[in-house]
């Protein structure tokens, strides 16, 4: 406790804290005792309702009165020497504030590059194999490891007794490694994830007869570094729906075991995983504080017993996952595990509220990446800034480049060339404002995750879960990801994924369409062994439905067991930021089909309002090349139709019957 009209009391009990929070790692308590002179702020009257208090209030001498006059009386400063050092700081600010007003203080072209995506798209072009220049990261994994990971973690320590149905889960793990064809289910996919990011670079499987150098250089990619995890929230250790058996207990001695921990004990970073309690707000923000500190080491995860019940932390996602990075700079990796399907449950355990998530993103929906009027306004202002008369000389870029750091130490006048002959320029010639808006616009279209606020992601596969979590420590940027987690499919025969899926050249999909290498079911699209197709030729389909999550497997079941051979579906995996690249190449194939959203929330619900106008788009971008340049909303839009259940004000219906019949009514519907 300290009094606050005593500042070097206060620096006193700061120094404590900090000396006591650095030696022992714990929490340490400030109680400040102070008032507040104004009220709520500078122009707020508080003496309106609390007159007796405010009439004490100003009475009593604000705080530099008082240590003013304690540091006169003991003689450490005259009345002069302090009126001189108030006077010297207050002409400052006034000189400061003079300049900013009459725009004396301007910022040199570099500094401002150097604070925008800019001068990324700059340094892009001046490296292969470092953040700049990343397309898709790889996630997957050898064989070897991924067999001797898995049995680790499906394995009991000596003398430990384990219940009879972890048992049972454990022995059917175990046999999902065996063979590169072993089919992998979701928890085990998960399993395989944390195994693999917890290992320290260079650890060999046992069996292996290579060098580690070997054994890495054979598969780029297998770990950028070794990283502890944190998952934490309710029942988390066996998993809500008793799929995870993270923490194991011994029926015998009741004592719990953390699988994680026993891979390769000193060659391996730990998993520390907390069962939290029913305060969502509060385990929430701890854990975006968390990966904060964990930033580059580490994965941090909070998982939401029922993706519903993270309705009691939106605050710590409006206010910090969401906005943290435009507020202060601030990047984070959390992820939020948020289970999500409408599997008859009832209103309060249904829905993770997806449109709220999709509502927060940053990506303008009636532009593509690198169009909107925000980033074409930073564009023309950055290039108006840098140029002469609306042309930059190959001296001026070098100039510029001089004021920026380049990767690897580049000189800028090497830079400058690499930067001219990238742009079929000659050395006498001039870049103009068409040119450099093209350099930006490809850069923003190539990187728009880079500037997206958060992920949004909704995986359909084992596979595609896997490669979702190991992405987000090997993306060489962080960002915040909500993962729309299953629950039925956490058992659902269809919902696994071959083992080859986890291995080296495969990686997250944002959109998965019917037949291609990451489509779990894809032998029913095709033999895999003859190559024969099952369903119509891509010209021949009628409709193609694109939906997201569970949603999938319900209409898969539909065209199964119905025939029906003339409607495609495509999977969109990553919602948010929308992957207009990756939408258009697969609508591309379907030219005379009808384009159908499909998913199981409300219309009002869901991702439907998000995806609407960005599938517009995507499709007005795919007729009409001439068009990225516009503004969706003066154009004519194609028509997309809607098939899911209508409006409604409550997530879910309570009766299981109106359940299954709604359910029937939208996959029917899908496929007539």
């Not at 409300?602 to 340049?629: C, F, I, T």
Request: net charge negative.
């Amino acid at each position: 406790h300290v009094n606050a009209d005593d500042p070097e009391a206060v620096w006193h009990a700061i120094e404590i804290a900090v000396e006591w929070r650095t030696r022992f790692g714990r929490d340490f308590v400030v109680d400040l005792v102070g008032y507040r002179r104004y009220g709520h702020n500078e122009q707020d009257d508080p003496s309106t309702t609390l007159p007796l208090t405010y009439s004490t209030i100003e009475k009593h001498p604000p705080v530099l009165d008082i240590y003013r006059a304690r540091l006169i009386e003991d003689g450490t400063l005259t009345a002069e020497r302090c009126d001189a050092m108030a006077d010297k700081f207050k002409n400052y600010y006034e000189t400061e504030f003079k300049k900013s007003v009459c725009g004396d203080y301007k910022v040199k072209a570099g500094e401002f590059m150097e604070q925008t995506w800019q001068s990324d798209a700059i340094a892009s072009m001046y490296s292969v194999d470092d953040v700049w220049s990343w397309q898709q990261e790889p996630t997957g994994i050898s064989f070897e490891t991924l067999k001797w990971v898995g049995e680790r973690v499906s394995s009991f320590p000596p003398g430990f007794v384990p219940h009879p149905s972890v048992e049972k889960a454990f022995k059917r793990r175990r046999a999902m490694v065996q063979d590169r064809t072993c089919l992998v289910n979701w928890s085990m996919a998960e399993a395989l994830a944390f195994g693999t990011m917890l290992l320290h670079k260079g650890v060999v499987p046992p069996d292996v007869d290579v060098s580690p150098k070997e054994y890495f250089e054979a598969w780029p990619g297998l770990n950028k570094g070794h990283y502890s995890i944190r998952l934490t929230g309710q029942d988390v250790e066996r998993g809500t729906f008793g799929q995870r058996h993270a923490v194991i207990t011994d029926q015998r001695t009741g004592r719990p075991h953390n699988v994680f921990n026993d891979i390769a004990p000193y060659r391996q970073n730990n998993l520390e995983i907390f069962n939290s309690t029913l305060c969502e707000g509060a385990v929430l923000g701890f854990e975006y504080g968390a990966s904060l500190g964990f930033q580059g080491r580490g994965l941090v995860l909070w998982e939401a017993q029922f993706g519903d019940f993270a309705n009691n932390a939106q605050v710590m996602v409006d206010q910090f996952i969401a906005a943290g990075e435009e507020r202060w700079s601030q990047k984070s990796g959390l992820v939020m595990l948020l289970p999500h399907g409408y599997d008859g449950q009832g209103p309060d355990h249904s829905s993770a509220r997806i449109e709220r998530y999709l509502s927060l993103m940053n990506d303008d929906p009636d532009f593509l990446p690198g169009y909107s009027p925000a980033f074409s306004h930073t564009i023309r202002n950055t290039f108006d800034a840098v140029s002469n008369n609306g042309l930059l000389t190959k001296e001026a870029a070098t100039q510029l480049l001089a004021q920026m750091e380049l990767p690897h130490g580049m000189h800028h006048r090497e830079a400058a060339d690499i930067l001219w002959e990238e742009m079929n320029l000659l050395d006498n010639d001039t870049m103009d404002f068409t040119k450099w808006r093209e350099l930006m616009i490809q850069y923003l279209r190539r990187h728009a995750e880079q500037t997206s606020n958060m992920f949004v992601v909704n995986p359909s596969t084992p596979a595609q879960y896997f490669h979702a979590l190991r992405r987000q420590v090997n993306l060489p940027f962080a960002k915040p990801l909500v993962m729309i987690s299953p629950k039925y499919l956490l058992h659902h025969r269809h919902c696994t994924s071959p083992l080859y899926d986890f291995m080296p050249g495969r990686f997250f999909r944002r959109v998965i369409e019917d037949g291609v290498e990451a489509d779990n079911l894809r032998h029913h699209v095709y033999d895999l062994e003859t190559g024969e197709r099952k369903l119509n030729h891509p010209e021949d389909m009628r409709r193609v439905i694109l939906c997201s999550g569970q949603i999938y497997y319900w209409l898969f079941n539909r065209r199964r067991q119905g025939g029906v051979k003339d409607v495609a579906l495509v999977r969109l995996e990553q919602i948010a930021p929308f992957p207009h690249d990756r939408v258009t190449h697969a609508l591309r194939k379907y030219p005379n089909a009808e384009v159908v959203w499909c998913q199981e929330e409300p219309k009002n619900m869901g991702a439907w309002s998000y995806v609407k106008p960005r599938l517009q788009l995507a499709l007005a971008a795919l007729h009409s090349p001439e068009s990225l340049d516009c503004n969706i909303s003066l154009m004519p839009l194609p028509r997309i139709r809607y098939i899911g259940r209508p409006v409604s004000a409550s997530p879910a219906t309570a009766s299981i019957h109106i359940h299954y019949k709604q359910t029937k009514d939208i996959v029917d519907e899908a496929m007539q």
